[in-house]
């Protein structure tokens, strides 16, 4: 009888740790995907905003690009304060 008890009680420790275990890593895996989208957003807004800087011949070459990084720069510090 009390080998019973003690096998149902480990068994019931290992469920709750596995599950625990698993539902942290879908946290983790739904916090990658958010940053990776915001990532994916940003790339469409840097494309944009040197279009509409080389479309409003506002700056050379050079300056357009450097604001594309500068918008990409800022959406990879988004992306890393939403993973981390």
């Not at 709750?16 to 995907?33: C, H, I, M, P, Q």
């Not at 279009?51 to 510090?77: L, M, V």
Request: glycine share 4%; aromatic share 4%; proline share 1%.
């Amino acid at each position: 009888m009390r080998t019973q008890r003690t096998f149902g009680w480990i068994a019931m420790i290992v469920l709750l740790l596995v599950n625990g275990a698993s539902w942290a890593a879908t946290e983790r895996a739904d916090k990658r995907r958010e940053a990776r989208d915001t990532r994916q957003e940003t790339r469409q807004d840097a494309r944009t905003t040197k279009q509409d800087c080389r479309a409003a011949d506002a700056k050379s070459n050079p300056g357009c690009r450097q604001d594309k990084r500068h918008t990409k720069q800022e959406g990879r510090q988004k992306a890393r304060d939403i993973k981390y």
